[in-house]
């Protein structure tokens, strides 16, 4: 018999390490651009059904361990399971939905902070890296929304759950690595929706409140105040929150810096660069140092690992720790500038289009073609 589980059943099985064995069936080179920790490999077509040699390796990788299949969206994974189904294989289950359901997974994360009126909720998409957050008063029960993603009733909820209603949504720039809920939100919840002042850079086609360097959001006595912070790009801004934490968008990770020819080009990377040293060395790092940065993204690797920390808790960090254990912010403005400008990663997939949507110059209204263009895990630190 075939079984149905969700994708949030098979991270609880990660995340409790129970023991079953994954197997993707997609082609080699889908998975091994992103998939689930631990995975394994075996492309499968439907129309050739499992090879002798494939059932040898299936054999060699489940170790009389139940076995879980996924693909992109079931597709393959389905057939493939009942393939093993018809050959004695008694615990086989189907992860519905495949990667593109594993792709909207969340957790939400608490953030303590020193004001007992200050609420923060750290909203984090598994799969994908992504960072938004809740900030909120308890006192007035007024909260802003910043950073968020297209799933925008898991803000929703966040902000309900914490006893909040969403006054303002921010956005900290204009993304690349995935479609922005920013707009959406804003205007589900009949709020003001905020860029930084120079996103009429970028062409912003969407209806925006701008905030100019120095503008600051009330929420009751909490003060957000927005620091101009280009580098990554043009129009980047981040949010001291009550003096106390900087939500950096892309722009400061705990483990990075934000890369800069996404917007700029390689021909002009070295010019986001220099925009983004003097951002970091003449804002952010003359912040003082017990100031909590909270970043727009964490790493997830191919494997769907995470480079720091693990779904569900906090990820942030110190800012004087950052100052003493990132390189990148000990180098001088030239070696700065070339490493970065020189040494660029993996681009994002569909970049080019992601940008279109975000500025509103593009729409894409079918969820699949959605999901399709945000698979991946983000690639936006230097």
Not at 15 to 35: G, K, Q, V, Y
Not at 286 to 295: A, G, Q, S, V, Y
Not at 340 to 349: A, H, I, R
């Amino acid at each position: 018999m075939v079984n149905k589980i969700t994708a949030r059943q098979l991270a609880e099985k990660i995340d409790t390490d129970e023991p079953f064995t994954l197997i993707d069936t997609r082609p080699e080179e889908s998975f091994e651009a992103w998939h689930v920790p631990d995975a394994n490999n075996v492309p499968y077509d439907p129309r050739e059904g499992l090879s002798e040699d494939q059932l040898e390796e299936v054999d060699a990788m489940v170790e009389s361990r139940p076995i879980v299949a996924m693909c992109g969206k079931a597709l393959t994974s389905t057939p493939f399971a009942f393939d093993l189904d018809e050959r004695g294989y008694e615990d086989v289950a189907v992860v519905t939905g495949g990667m593109e359901d594993w792709s909207k997974l969340y957790e939400v994360a608490p953030i303590e902070t020193t004001n007992d009126d200050l609420v923060v909720r750290q909203v984090q998409r598994r799969a994908k890296g992504c960072l938004g957050y809740v900030v909120g008063s308890k006192r007035t029960g007024e909260a802003v929304v910043v950073d968020a993603t297209r799933q925008t009733d898991q803000f929703k909820v966040a902000a309900q759950d914490a006893g909040l209603s969403i006054e303002q949504v921010l956005d900290t720039h204009v993304h690349a690595d995935h479609i922005s809920g920013g707009a959406a939100l804003a205007n589900e919840v009949g709020v003001p929706y905020h860029l930084g002042q120079k996103a009429t850079e970028r062409g912003v086609e969407y209806e925006y409140e701008a905030l100019s360097d120095g503008d600051v959001i009330e929420l009751g006595d909490i003060e957000i105040e927005t620091l101009h912070t280009p580098g990554h790009t043009s129009e980047m801004v981040n949010y001291l929150v009550d003096g106390e934490l900087l939500l950096t968008g892309d722009t400061l990770f705990v483990d990075s810096v934000g890369r800069t020819e996404l917007q700029f080009g390689e021909d002009d990377a070295s010019r986001g660069a220099g925009l983004l040293y003097d951002s970091l060395h003449d804002t952010i790092l003359d912040l003082p140092e017990d100031t909590k940065i909270l970043p727009g993204h964490l790493t997830v690797t191919n494997d769907g690992r995470y480079e720091n920390g693990a779904p569900g808790e906090p990820l942030l960090a110190r800012l004087g720790d950052l100052r003493d254990e990132l390189d990148l912010l000990g180098l001088d403005r030239e070696s700065f500038v070339e490493r970065l400008s020189s040494d660029t990663p993996e681009k994002p997939p569909n970049y080019e289009t992601v940008i279109a949507i975000n500025t509103g110059n593009e729409t894409v209204d079918d969820e699949g073609e959605a999901t399709e263009l945000e698979l991946g895990p983000n690639n936006c630190a230097a």
